[in-house]
């Protein structure tokens, strides 16, 4: 398969087969991160700019990580220490940055949709790293891929996400990734933090968190978006945690083998306790070494396509 895409936007607009070639191709690059000298010269001369309005650990790090074990040149800016601070827009702080010629831009922004302008007004590649609450590509390509290391397909499972997932760019993008495959999604929360229509996606919506794990193969649990007014749609967060807060009680319900994964940052005795977080069926730090993979991926194939 060629990939001929420019950017990288959000999960609805990639096919299944672009969503396995992602996969696929990130498979290939996990390998480099475990060796002694961890680069290639796959993308020796190109230029990789990070441009976060909003806080990350994971995104920024593993992208940048993911640059420059292929030779990559990385610039990483963040609002706080741009010219944004003095009133620059963010279309004049793109184009000012594209005026100094860097291949491909990774941007976070509270902003639904500002990837999307950037990628109309850029002639580079843009990467969405998270735009408000409508999607996360890369956390929902790294989160599938995961699933298919430790189950070996995503096909046939129950997969169950739990939380805030009105406000959740991670869920709306794994939702979008999951609906390719023949497996059942389960989303659970407080009525306030379910989007309605959800069967309507084919989605199945539980409002009890034991019935919801009830043999699952995966849980997917999500933080309330506090940055996003979450916590204005519970009547509290120690209430929220009583119910829906994961406890190793929890996990007795689901299937033997049955993994956890949070796409970070965790709020630990809220939505996750501390013994399922560090607990065996965890693979929370997987999916952020995987992360680096599947951004590896990403840059090689936007930055190796046929223009
Ligand atoms: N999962 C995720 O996006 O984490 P960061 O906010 O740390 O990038």
Not at 182 to 195: A, H, Y
Not at 253 to 258: H, I, L, R, S
Not at 273 to 280: E, Q, S, Y
Request: contains cysteine; hydrophobic residues 40%; neutral net charge.
């Amino acid at each position: 398969m060629n990939w001929t895409k420019k950017d990288l936007l959000g999960i609805t607009e990639l096919s299944k087969e672009e969503i396995l070639f992602v996969l696929d191709t990130a498979e290939s690059f996990k390998e480099i991160s475990q060796r002694d000298i961890k680069k290639v010269p796959t993308l020796r001369g190109k230029t990789v700019i990070t441009l976060f309005y909003e806080p990350s650990t994971r995104t920024r790090t593993s992208f940048e990580i993911a640059a420059k074990r292929l030779s990559a040149d990385t610039i990483n800016i963040s609002a706080s220490t741009s010219s944004y601070v003095k009133g620059e827009t963010l279309k004049d702080t793109a184009k000012n940055l594209e005026a100094m010629n860097p291949d491909v831009t990774i941007i976070r922004h509270s902003m639904p949709g500002a990837p999307h302008m950037l990628a109309r007004i850029l002639d580079s590649s843009v990467v969405n790293g998270g735009d408000g609450a409508h999607e996360h590509p890369t956390q929902a390509l790294l989160d599938a891929y995961t699933i298919r290391e430790k189950k070996g397909t995503i096909d046939g499972l129950k997969i169950v996400i739990v939380g805030d997932i009105i406000h959740s760019r991670v869920a709306r993008s794994n939702i979008f990734t999951l609906r390719n495959f023949d497996s059942e999604i389960v989303c659970c929360g407080p009525p306030t933090m379910l989007p309605p229509h959800m069967e309507e996606l084919g989605i199945k919506v539980e409002y009890n968190l034991k019935k919801a794990i009830h043999n699952a193969d995966v849980i997917m649990m999500l933080r309330i978006q506090k940055e996003r007014g979450g916590v204005s749609y519970i009547p509290s967060v120690k209430e929220y945690s009583a119910f829906f807060g994961l406890t190793g009680e929890h996990i007795m319900n689901a299937k033997k083998d049955v993994i956890i994964m949070h796409p970070g940052p965790m709020n630990r005795g809220v939505e996750i306790m501390d013994d399922v977080a560090d607990g065996p069926y965890s693979v929370i730090l997987e999916q952020v070494e995987n992360g680096v993979a599947v951004r590896m991926a990403i840059l090689y194939l936007l930055l190796g396509r046929e223009k």
